[in-house]
């Protein structure tokens, strides 16, 4: 009997050893991006995201504040706390037409708080090569330039610029050697499985950069890079794979709340719908760009995300890794676009938005607070801005003010200083320019006896956004349009664009739509509605701002320096107010 158990025992331990261990426990890995961060730092009252408030109409946008990096960073620390494994990825434009607190000190503040908002992998939009390649690889690799006393820019106003500790990645950059500038992809570890990010950058960079800025680089085919670096990460044991594109689209209605998550995708259009049909099935989410739009897309089964631009919101997603075949189970990963709360988004729409989000979601941005050591590094360089911004930078002949029926003086100002600093042949060639009236935020008033001084303060002051300007290339008949358009049908009232001196024409109230741009003459001569021409705007209206569509048609883009850069160099030559309307008003 005795010997009858044992060998039973001995059986069943044979067994027991020969058994198949239980399947490892999969893993999840959220990843939380953001993108077209362009050194928004501070919580300015421009931030906001169009948003559906049931209490007053739900089909009508109502702005809800957002954003500043303390928030975001806050946001950041709340998503990593739910989540053991977690990266941060900016998806481009982290850098370049940006507001003063970072333009200022040559970008390098917004290096410095990515640092501390956690940033662990990049990749380089067009805007971060507005000042060139030597420069960019600079502030990425930290230390300091020498302060010239004349100089626009300040490095290093807190100490030694430490640069950037997390990598940028581009598989579609490519030096006069054939070689990549930065690596094509960085792969990391989770639990033992491989994850695999590819970066690439929208292919029209060079037409939308000065020259200089991508001198002795060649932007290739995106889809084709990520697929090449994807077959090398396959063959080399990488299963679960990620792009990072700084190229985008659009989905929705414009102008109606913001639906960022709607997974329908409604009306996709533009340039990265085209990519991702392209990729590799391999690639399992892409991470997008560069149109500041928000939506969470599912084509041919993979996620689409982008969470508009500024800091404003983040995309996050939650990849669940299966440890034995090193592979992202897409039925079980999920995806979400989040606003970033700050002080000033309105309490009771913020809760509203919470209480409607699921979780895990919902707990980090219930639990997410402003991080005090980002709030107070912001506020430093905020201080260190100061005794610049009272820098005089030129004088005036009187009061540029915003105030007309048509096109205004304040904006005939800036107009006439962003075509000055494109005429050049090298410089974009442009015959006029056209500024929209939204981005003149204040007066620029002489308060004694003219001439008076004006400081930089006082310029930024007038255009903060740090838009870029684009010159672009239309027919004549497609200005025409644009001119038209100034009044849609579902406005009242026209809504001026003021032109540079080179431009002008009547406007005929009473004339039926499309009639109303009469006599319409660049440098004294009548458009050609079958020519081409040059003209500048800046990057916030070339993306089609404040409704302006037909300028997403421009031909031929040149991206050039700052607004705020061409409207200093103006001031220099003492402008006096041009008291003439170049829009001539008629009944």
């Known amino acids: 009997m005795r010997l009858r158990l044992a060998f039973l025992a001995l059986a069943a331990a044979l067994v027991a050893g020969c058994a198949t261990p239980p399947a490892p426990a999969p893993l999840t890995l959220r990843l939380i991006a953001f993108n077209d961060y362009h050194g928004n730092l501070e919580a300015a009252p421009g931030l906001t995201l169009p948003w559906s408030d049931p209490s007053v109409q739900p089909t009508k946008a109502v702005r809800l504040n957002a954003g500043g990096a303390a928030y975001l960073a806050g946001t950041v620390a709340a998503l990593r706390a739910g989540a053991p494994h977690s990266l941060v990825i900016s998806s481009g434009d982290m850098i370049g037409a940006t507001p003063l607190v970072s333009a200022l000190f040559r970008h390098e503040s917004t290096i410095d708080i990515a640092n501390h908002i956690g940033v662990d992998l990049a990749i380089p939009g067009n805007h971060e090569f507005d000042a060139g390649r030597e420069e960019l690889l600079r502030v990425l690799a930290g230390g300091c330039l020498e302060n010239k006393p004349d100089a626009l820019y300040i490095s290093c106003p807190l100490g030694i610029h430490p640069g950037a500790r997390f990598p940028l990645m581009a598989a579609n950059v490519v030096d006069a050697q054939g070689k990549t500038l930065f690596a094509p992809s960085v792969v990391r570890e989770v639990g033992g499985v491989k994850v695999g990010f590819i970066g690439a950058v929208t292919r029209i960079t060079p037409s939308i950069v000065v020259p200089s800025g991508v001198a002795g680089l060649r ?67 892409i991470f997008s760009a560069h149109t500041h739009q928000g939506y969470r897309c599912i084509v041919d089964g993979r ?98 003010d915003r105030q007309s029926s048509t096109d205004t003086s304040a904006g005939r100002l800036i107009a006439d200083a962003q075509w000055r600093a494109t005429q050049a042949a090298e410089r974009g060639g442009a015959q006029f320019a056209l500024m929209n009236p939204g981005g003149v935020r204040t007066d620029l008033r002489c308060p004694g006896q003219p001439p008076c001084t004006i400081t930089y303060g006082e310029a930024f002051t007038m255009q903060p956004f740090g838009n870029s300007l684009v010159v672009m290339t239309l027919s004549g008949a497609e200005i025409k349009q644009l001119l038209e358009d100034q009044q849609p049908a579902r406005r009242s009232t026209p809504h001026f664009l003021s032109p540079s001196a080179s431009l002008s024409y009547r406007w005929v109230a009473s004339a039926a739509p499309g009639q109303r741009v009469r006599d319409l003459q660049v440098n004294g001569q009548p458009v050609n509605p079958a020519a081409d021409y040059r003209f500048t705007v800046n990057s916030f209206m070339a993306d089609g701002g404040d409704g302006f569509k037909g300028l997403q048609a421009g031909r031929q883009r040149l991206g050039g320096e700052l607004d705020i850069d061409a409207l200093v160099a103006y001031l220099a030559s003492g402008p006096s107010p041009d008291p003439v309307a170049r829009i001539r008003l008629e009944p």
């Open 219 to 285: 932007f290739t085919d995106e889809a084709q890079a990520i697929n090449a670096e994807a077959a090398r990460l396959e063959a080399q044991g990488v299963q679960a794979l990620v792009a990072v594109i700084h190229e985008g689209g659009e989905t929705g209605t414009p102008g109606q709340p913001l639906e960022w998550n709607d997974a329908a995708c409604p009306n996709p259009r533009g340039a990265i719908f085209d990519i991702a049909r392209r990729l590799t099935p391999s690639i399992d989410v």
């Open 303 to 400: 996620p689409i995300l982008q969470a508009t631009a500024l800091g404003r919101g983040v995309s996050v997603a939650d990849l669940v890794l299966d440890p034995r075949t090193g592979d992202v189970d897409r039925a079980r990963s999920t995806q979400r676009n989040l606003p970033v709360f700050n002080d000033k988004s309105d309490a009771r729409l913020r809760e509203a938005i919470i209480a409607a989000e699921p979780e895990p979601y919902a707990q980090a941005l219930r639990e997410a607070r402003p991080v005090a050591a980002v709030a107070q590094r912001v506020a430093a360089y905020a201080a260190a801005a100061a005794p610049r911004a009272q820098r005089p930078v030129g004088r005036i002949a009187g009061h540029f």
